[in-house]
């Protein structure tokens, strides 16, 4: 047990060589020094939203629990929003970050809007691979998804999930969630129809057959995804990371960005979603897409 200074604040770090992942060695010491260096990537995206973090209190491949509202004994510096009644945590600090690293929480997502304003900043596709199909399924439904946007004039953004998936982001002015979800919508039956082999919109995993499941219905209000730079509780200490289109065109794997090395990439590259922070284009016009899409 250990007692460390955070932003004014101390937080005690318990256990600090326990296994987290154990495939890799990676201990919740090592995992805090690994937070500390995604914080300024990550907590841009996080502030503002109410939190869902994973905790994996015995490491990854045990038994975990979501963490919405503030357990007990929270220190009073994290900060908090209510929405709907609920109370969540705001991980909007480095402290309250390696705090949460602390609690063993593994992954952070994190919902469509910001908790004060229930609009859409960003229109989110997921590409979610069926068992059996790989990580190459969802990069090739992704670059065609980036094609199709292109001629349209529309700038899109990807990343990994740090799964098996993927998802692209494209940055508009603030909308409703019902016009994000009529976008996404057609998008989807749109590639589903384009693509009947290989992609489907099909909700029911057992009814897929084997194809990349475009989930135009994760885009909905009380629903959340992964963060961007989030950690995943997967072996290999993956983290959701953005990348370039030429990037998916080479060829990668999600396994490629890991807590080991996401420090060393992020200082080469910046935050790639950093568009995700601003207002984006105005694609609210819906008929004008169908249009010239149709």
Partial sequence: MSRITVQGSDIMITNPDKLLWHSIGVRKADYIRALTDLAPYLIPHTAGKALTAIRYPDGIGQSFF???RPPKNTPEWVDTVTVNGDTFIL????KTLVWLGN?????FHTPFCDAEDETLRALVFDLDPSEGQTFEAAAACALDVHETLSGLGITAYAKTSGATGLQVYVPTKRMTFNEGRRLNAFFGKYFAAKHPDTV??????KNRGGKLYFDYLQMARGKSIISVYS????????VSMPVRWEELERGISPCDFTLMNAAARLKQ???LFEPMLHEGSDIGALDDILAHTV
């Fill in 269 to 271: 590259t910046g935050d």
């Fill in 66 to 68: 979501y963490q919405k």
């Fill in 91 to 94: 991980l909007d600090s480095l």
């Fill in 103 to 107: 609690l063993a929480a593994v992954e």
């Fill in 200 to 205: 489907t919109i099909e909700r029911s995993v």
């Fill in 231 to 238: 950690p995943r509780a997967v072996p290999c200490g993956a």
